[in-house]
Structures are given as C-alpha cells and as structure tokens.
C-alpha cells in the first residue's frame, strides 16, 4: 500500500492552493494558454510567445534559402560579366530603363504600403489593412503588367534565346552586327548576357506572382476579421517575404539596365 501511494504521489500533478479574496482556489500548473483555449494558439508550443518566436525564426530561415538561390544566379552573373564584359554593356543598352525605373519605384512605394498593412493588422484596424493590402496587390500586379510589357518588346524585336534569337540576323541591324565585331564581341555573347537577364527576371516575377496569391488569400481572411483579433503575425511573416522580393528588384535593376549607362 505504501509503494502505491508513493506512485500516486509522484504521477499525479501537484496543484497550487491560493488565497483569493479569502476564498481558497485550487489551480494546476498544467497547461499555459491552453488552458484558456486561445484559437491561434498551435498545440505544440507553450504560449504565443514562443509560437511567435519560433515563427519568426522559421521565416528567417526560410528567406536565408531564397538569398542562397538568388545568390547563385548573381555569382553566375558576376562570373560571366567578368568574362564578357563589353558583351553586357552591349547588352544592357537593350534594356528599357525607363521601364525598370518605374517597376523600381512601384516596388519601393508596395513595400511602404505593405509596412502599413503589417502596423494596421498590430492595431486591429481592419479597414486600414484591407486598403493598404488592395493597394500593395494593385501595385504588384503593376509590375507584372509593365513586365509583360517589356518581355513582349524583346520577344518582338527578337532577343529571348531559343524562342525568338533573332535580333542580329536581321538586315536592318547589320549596322549593330558590325559594331559588334569591332567591340570584340559576338551574338553569341550578347545571347548570354540575356539568358541572365531572364533567368534572374523569370524567377523573381515567379516570387512575385506567389506575392500577389499570398496578398489575395490575406485579403479574404482579412474580411473575415482573421487577423484583427490578436492573430497579426501572419501578415507580418508575409510583410517579410514581400520586402525580400523588393530587395532583389532593387540589385537586380542597376546590375542589368544601368551597368552600360543610360544611352537613350
């Protein structure tokens, strides 16, 4: 009898007596948030608290993965610009500055609008985050549509290698083709530069493309009050993801319209 009394002892949790307005409350250390059936809480994490950290941290991580793949096409771009080097300036003065410019600025005023959904979902203002989601979704789908644009330009003029690779071939550019040869540079060369060019575009418009799909589920569950009741973090997590896409675009358009100069 005293062996199991002993077990019982030692298995079952100790509760905690207090005082209360005189009254004495009986309360067990078991169970955290749980015990108050927080929503938003995961089971398996102690508070929100550390949910809150260990989330964080795992974006973090997730993002460093996205930089490491990134950084593998601006070392393929350093290697071969070193290799090339008048092949890319050539290259480069195909670009629409212009256009770049103005992608570039679309993506710096998102990321501001982004910022403000991420301060209005901390308040619980849900009109606030709503607007300033629809305004950073439009800006985004902007982008993309002046992408297109450009995209279609050198699919037109014939500067995509392997769908349309054609530009030099054509009688009216046989001026560039001469020029060309006296820089010391081939067709084949400028080809490189611009199968760069799209890889390094091609994969960012695909972040943005997964942006844009994140900002339109965000936009549903907002209406649905699902993060203006104290669940902010996930439009915080995806204010992370945003402003890495705009980081990239901010390398990648001096590193691909602006290495020549501005020429026209």
Known sequence: MAAKANTLTLETPI???EHVGGEQHIESHEGGDHAH??????HHFDDMEQQRES?????????????MMFGGLFLAYTLYR?????????????????LGAINTGVLLVSSLTMAMAVHSAALRDKKKLIGYL??????????????????????????????????YDRPGNAAELLSLRDAGVTPDNIKLFFVIYFCMTGLHAIHMIIGLIMLTVFLLMA???????GNDQPIEI???????????????????????????
């Open 15 to 17: 509760p905690v007596a």
């Open 37 to 42: 059936d927080n929503p938003y809480l995961h």
């Open 55 to 67: 989330t964080t941290l795992a974006m973090w991580a997730f993002l460093a993965t996205e930089v």
């Open 82 to 98: 070193w290799s090339f080097g008048n092949a890319y300036v050539i290259g480069s003065h195909h670009m629409n500055w212009k």
């Open 134 to 167: 629809v305004v950073t979704f439009i800006l985004g789908a902007t982008f993309l549509v002046i992408k297109y644009f450009e995209w279609s330009h050198d699919f037109h003029i014939g500067l995509v290698p392997s769908l349309a690779w054609n530009y």
């Open 223 to 229: 209406r649905k009050n699902a993060f203006t009741t």
């Open 238 to 264: 995806g204010g992370l993801y945003w402003h890495l896409i705009d980081i990239i675009w901010v390398f990648l358009f001096p590193l691909l319209y602006l290495i020549g100069g501005i020429k026209h």
